[in-house]
């Protein structure tokens, strides 16, 4: 019996054409499933070594741009804050007091506390509240609790407040300089903290936003600036005269004075006035006054024929003068009474009794 061979099927052929079939299998299971089968190879643009540097760089770019974004508002909100704080405009301070006698004086402490105004501007385009917070003159701080003024865009107002000197510690004042020589610069500097915004009555700084502080540079109205200034107040000689005078015309047409000699001691003060007025003082002048207030009411009884003989020769009203004065350290007299108060007074008066 003859025997024939059977055919027999390449099984390496059958077995690859089962594996890659399987593998499309498990690529389309991965592809459904969204992620590699397991096994599975990337595809060929992820496997390129270009994808982490380009990914990388992606990032960088990303972040550089918002950082640029960033810097650019930063840099926009500096230069509106810088130009919001050069839009105030500062003048020269000026120190007053209340006028009541023993005012402004040092205290058992040796402290004083001053009234201070400054002028300040708004130039700006938008609403600013400023606020006093400190100044670099020596021994002096701003007592705290000040109010904020509150200005409108392109416009001005005194911003007051009040600082606590020491005066044991003040230095005394420059009595002045030669005429030769060059006056001290002042570079006395007050800090304030600027809000934008306004409140509503300009009174507390209320309702504002964006307070920076800044400092600012107080213009010198006076050889010595500010520091000079509080050393004056300071002084024992700083109120001027040691006797102040504050004068009111009465219904009967007397000019009362009230002197207060704000020393110790008795200080001398005299009537000064043309004999065509016959000027007279109750009580009588000249008068030591004594510490604190005494009062003086002057009265006139003037010549007429010679008040008008001083009139037709064109002399200076300010000739008429009626006024009371106290000797200064020089000798000289000072008169106590504003002179264009005390003048207006006698013009008064010589008017109602010589027609």
């Known amino acids: 019996m003859t025997a024939y061979p059977r055919g027999v099927p390449d099984r390496t052929d059958a077995d690859l054409d089962e594996l890659v079939d399987l593998d499309g299998h498990e690529q389309d299971d991965a592809r459904q499933d969204g992620g590699p089968a397991p096994g599975g190879r990337l595809p060929r643009w992820a496997r390129s070594r270009w994808v982490l540097p380009a990914a990388v760089s992606a990032v960088v770019l990303l972040l550089g741009v918002a950082g640029l974004q960033q810097a650019r508002a930063s840099a926009a909100s500096e230069v509106a804050d810088l130009q919001r704080m050069a839009s105030v405009q500062l003048g020269t301070a000026s120190l007053f007091s209340s006028g009541a006698p023993g005012a402004g004086e040092p205290g058992a402490d040796g402290h004083v506390e001053q009234r201070v105004q400054v002028g300040v501007r708004n130039t700006g385009d938008e609403d600013l509240t400023v606020t006093p917070v400190a100044t670099t003159v020596a021994h002096a701080r701003v007592v705290p609790g000040a109010g904020g003024l509150s200005l409108r865009a392109g416009t001005g107002g005194g911003m007051t407040f009040v600082l606590d000197v020491d005066c044991d510690a003040v230095p005394p004042p420059t009595n002045g300089y030669s005429g030769g020589a060059v006056p001290p610069v002042a570079t006395d500097v007050l800090r304030l903290s600027v809000t934008t915004g306004s409140g509503d009555g300009g009174g507390d700084g209320g309702g504002g936003s964006g307070a920076a502080e800044r400092d600012y540079l107080l213009p010198d109205g006076q050889w010595g600036g500010l520091a000079q200034e509080l050393a004056w107040t300071c002084s024992p000689d700083a109120g001027g ?47 030591d006054v004594p510490a604190g207030t005494t009062t003086v009411v002057l009265s006139l009884a003037p010549d007429c024929p010679g008040v008008s003989g001083l009139d037709s020769g064109g002399r200076d009203p300010y000739a008429l003068d009626t006024n009371v004065a106290v000797q200064a350290e020089d000798g000289s007299w000072n008169t106590l009474v504003d002179t264009t108060a005390a003048v207006a007074w006698v013009a008064r008066q010589v008017a109602l009794g010589c027609g």
């Open 241 to 287: 005269p040691p006797v102040s005078a504050t004068a009111q015309e009465d219904a009967a047409g007397h000019l009362v004075l009230d002197l207060y000699n704000r020393t110790d001691d008795p200080v001398e003060v005299r009537l000064q006035s043309p004999p065509v007025l016959g000027a007279s003082a109750d009580p009588a002048l000249p008068l």
